[in-house]
C-alpha cells in the first residue's frame, strides 16, 4: 500500500494558491481514478482507492502546511508503513513552473511541510517536486506561494495536473521512468506533433535521346564538307 499526500492549506481561500499545488494533484488522482470520497481521518481529508493493482490512500493535511507531519506520521503507523511507502506531493520554487522532479529521501531545502514531515518520519519518503518558479527575491516568496495562480498558469498547471494522473499507476508501482514520461507526454508533446509532413516533390523524369538525323548527303558532298 502506498500513501500519497499532497501539500497545502486547508480552506477556501488558500484552494488556488501556489502552495497547494499538492492539493490540487490528489485531488486530480482521485477524481481520474474513482477513488472514494474525501472524509476526515488523521487530521487529514483522506480517499482510498486503487492504483494499478496496488490499494493506496490519498491524503490532504488539515492542520495547515508547518504542521503536516502530524498527520503523516499518524497515518503512516496506523497503516503499518515504512516511511519509503510514502510519497509526497508539493511545489518546488527552484524548478520552473510546470517542471516535475522525482526525489527519495534528502533534505527539506527549508519548505515548511518537509520540514514538519522530517520531524514526524524522518527523511526517506519519497517526493514529487512540482515546479511553481521563484519570484526572484527571498523576501518574495511568502506572497508569492500564498498568491492564486495566474490566468497564465492555466494550460500548463491543467497539463501538468493531467500528466500525474496519467502517470498515478507508475508513480504507486514506484516506476520514476514511467511516470516522468506519461508526464512528459502532457508537458512536453513531439515538437512535431500536429504539424504538417511537408509536399513530396518528384523527381523530373528522364527525357529519351533525341532520333538520329539521316545523314542525305552523296559521298562526294561529305568529302567537300570535310575541309571546308
Known amino acids: 500500500m502506498k500513501l500519497i499526500v499532497g501539500l497545502g ?4 481561500k488558500y484552494a488556488q494558491n501556489r502552495h497547494n499545488i499538492g492539493f490540487m494533484a490528489v485531488d486530480r488522482i482521485a477524481e481520474d481514478h474513482g477513488f472514494s470520497p474525501w472524509k476526515s481521518r488523521f487530521s487529514a481529508q483522506v480517499s482510498e482507492g486503487r492504483l494499478g493493482g496496488d490499494k493506496a490512500m490519498l491524503m490532504k493535511p488539515q492542520t495547515f502546511m508547518n504542521r503536516s507531519g502530524q498527520s503523516v506520521g499518524e497515518a503512516m503507523r496506523y497503516l503499518k508503513l515504512e516511511p519509503a511507502d510514502v510519497i509526497v506531493l508539493h ?11 522525482l526525489k527519495q529521501g534528502g533534505g527539506h531545502a527549508g519548505h515548511n511541510g518537509l520540514r514538519s514531515i522530517h520531524q514526524h518520519i524522518g527523511e526517506a519518503y519519497g517526493r514529487v517536486r512540482l515546479g511553481i518558479g521563484h519570484p526572484g527575491h527571498k523576501d518574495a516568496v511568502a506572497g508569492y506561494v500564498l498568491h492564486d495562480f495566474a490566468k ?3 494550460d500548463w498547471l491543467d497539463d501538468l495536473m493531467r500528466g500525474i494522473s496519467d502517470g498515478a499507476n507508475y508513480l504507486a508501482a514506484g516506476d520514476g521512468a514511467k ?3 506519461a508526464v512528459a507526454a502532457r508537458t512536453a508533446p513531439a515538437r512535431n506533433a500536429g504539424r504538417e509532413a511537408p509536399a513530396k516533390t518528384e523527381a523530373p523524369k528522364p527525357t529519351a535521346p533525341a532520333a538520329p538525323v539521316e545523314d542525305n548527303r552523296s559521298p562526294l558532298q561529305k568529302l567537300a564538307d570535310k575541309f571546308r
Open 91 to 101: 511545489d518546488e520554487l527552484d524548478l520552473a513552473p510546470g517542471k516535475l522532479r
Open 152 to 154: 497564465a498558469d492555466e
Open 179 to 181: 511516470f516522468q514520461s
Open 9 to 12: 492549506n486547508s480552506g477556501a
